[in-house]
């Protein structure tokens, strides 16, 4: 084989390579072009085991005025919102949204409106930051934010004798190469077994490394891929370009060795460059190099982290905007919390309903009529407002505060918790918060339901007119229209509403009216369900009679 023909061997591989990353890049585009004004429509990587991970590293280096609790963030079900929102190519996309959902400062969304208005008006720089994002990709448990918390107590040891065993087969292929031309008879066998046998030791010991050192070599690894992406974003022109090459430019150098710290995808690229880093023991040498930089530029690699990923929250919450369509910013002002045709972001088709919440708010209804749906709408419209400066409604108006919730509660058999007691724990949080003089919009839904009737009223009663001396806003639903009559005097009382027939069973509008509920449905479900007319008859006679005794009648 002459050279003219391992020549064109040469740069018709290359040509191949070429040909295979423009198709790719050309697919990509298509999938982003299309997904554009859409929500994601499937979710993958990024668990919310990982995001939590991240969050929670997070919250150690910024402080924020309020925080999303655990119980919160599983009443209202914000992990589908999050997911719904998240448009994310990236992991550290996809870490900075979970986190801007979790954690807001009073009064200030913090998100940059002319960055989300710039790529909502240009599609192609959209388009490239995407693409580069997508390159990047998810890594779950990537651990990268608690790395650069902890830089200064993660080196690896020994890093003298991964230089050595790294030597020992680059040394055999330097000999081995002059060898040839010399013809050396004693040091081509020689210097070949010696590569031969380092190679193999050396593959060896690095996948058994490796595995105990993943945790490290993950993080150093997206750290530094994270790094090479932000000079590619570097070089596209967004109102953010400047603020990234300033927080890029003290770490530049750990660049050099990206090479070391490829992706870990299962593809025959990555293998081969697996085995290669193997060989040289090219990441465990990288590691330190790229740890003493971090050390040295820690708050820049904060810096940069932050904004590269604030990069992408922009996009998603733009996209988000587009597939939602009737969104608004919220105005922030002293007062009550006041919005026009207010939808759930989770629900298709939603039935708008107005807010005008002055004062604490009693709201009552029949099952499946509506209100713990506006409960809930109302709670992620007040979260969405302070973190993504954006609602699902024509217009949006309140006072900062934080949003606390006792809903979904369930019994703790880890913690010998009965649903009664992990109930008034859940309600206890929201007193305690109340109890700090900040404005809090708190939720509860069937409130005190896990103990008997006359205890619940009478604790329920006195639990909202304890909460009525704080400056705060507590929204209740309830199926205890004894509530509405007690505290009637220092509460609203709204509600919803049914109609119920033979032919067509229960029919629901989901529209929100001023007072009380008037109507119940549990007895006329009975009915439609086919039960014997003289038990439905009897249900009917006790529960008049005891509406107008208020003493339930002895049963026969």
């Keep these: 084989m002459n050279y003219m023909t391992i020549a064109l061997i040469v740069i018709g591989l290359i040509a191949l390579v070429a040909f295979w990353l423009y198709v790719s890049d050309q697919r990509l585009g298509s999938r982003l072009t299309r997904e554009w004004g859409e929500l ?210 003290p770490l530049a150098a750990i660049t050099e060795f990206a090479f070391a710290f490829r992706t870990t995808d299962a593809n025959e690229m990555a293998m081969l460059m697996d085995y290669i880093n193997g060989l040289f023991m090219l990441p465990f040498i990288a590691y330190n190099f790229v740890l003493k930089r971090l050390q040295n530029k820690h708050d820049a690699a904060l810096n940069l982290w932050a904004s590269v990923g604030d990069l992408e929250v922009a996009i998603a919450i733009a996209n988000y905007r587009l597939a939602i369509q009737d969104t608004c910013q919220p105005v922030f002002r002293p007062g009550s919390v006041e919005a026009d045709t207010l939808v759930h972001p989770l629900l298709l088709d939603a039935v708008a309903n107005p807010v005008n919440w002055r004062r604490n708010t009693i709201i009552t209804g029949s099952n499946a009529s509506g209100k713990s749906t506006y409960v809930k709408s109302v709670a992620v419209n007040c979260i969405l407002a302070q973190t993504i400066n954006t609602c699902t409604a024509k217009s949006f108006a309140l006072q900062p505060g934080n949003v606390i919730t006792a809903m979904a509660v369930q019994d703790d058999l880890a913690q010998g918790d009965s649903y009664f007691v992990a109930e008034i724990k859940a309600i206890k949080r929201l007193l305690d918060l109340v109890a700090t003089g900040q404005h809090c919009y708190g939720f509860v839904d069937e409130i005190l339901k896990g103990t008997n009737t006359v205890e619940r009223i009478a604790a329920s009663a006195s639990v909202v007119a304890w909460l009525n001396q704080y400056p705060s806003l507590v929204m209740i639903a309830t199926h205890d229209n004894e509530l509405t009559e007690m505290l009637s005097a220092t509460c609203d009382n709204w509600h919803f509403q049914e109609t119920v027939t033979k032919d067509h069973g229960v029919e629901f509008d989901y529209l929100l009216r001023q007072g009380p509920a008037t109507s119940h449905n549990a007895i006329a479900l009975l009915g439609t369900m086919d039960y014997p007319e003289s038990l439905i008859t009897e249900a009917n006679q006790l529960a008049t009679a005891f509406e107008k005794s208020k003493r339930w009648p002895q049963v026969e």
């Design 40 to 249: 994601p429509e499937s979710y993958q990587g990024n668990a919310e085991a990982s995001l939590k991970e991240a969050y929670e590293a997070q919250r150690r280096m910024v402080k924020y005025d309020s925080r999303v609790d655990d119980l919160t963030w599983h009443d209202l079900d914000m992990f589908r919102v999050f997911k719904q929102i998240n448009a994310t190519q990236s992991s550290i996309g996809a870490e900075r949204l979970y986190s801007r959902l979790r954690g807001f400062n009073f009064g200030d969304a913090a998100v940059n409106e002319p960055l989300i208005d710039f790529f909502t008006q240009h599609p192609q720089e959209r388009l490239k930051v995407q693409k580069d994002f997508s390159r990047l990709g998810r890594v779950d448990h990537n651990q990268s934010q608690n790395y650069l918390l902890h830089t200064t107590e993660s080196s690896l040891h020994g890093i003298t004798k991964y230089v050595i065993m790294g030597a020992i087969p680059l040394v055999s292929l330097v000999v081995l190469g002059v060898s040839f031309p010399l013809g050396s008879a004693n040091l081509i066998p020689a210097s070949g077994m010696v590569l031969l046998l380092s190679a193999l030791f050396n593959i060896i010991y690095f996948q058994k490394e490796k595995a105990t050192l993943e945790g490290e070599l993950t993080a150093m690894s997206y750290l530094v891929r994270t790094i090479v992406t932000a000079q590619k974003l570097a070089k596209i022109k967004t109102p953010v370009q400047q603020e990234i090459r300033d927080n890029l430019r």
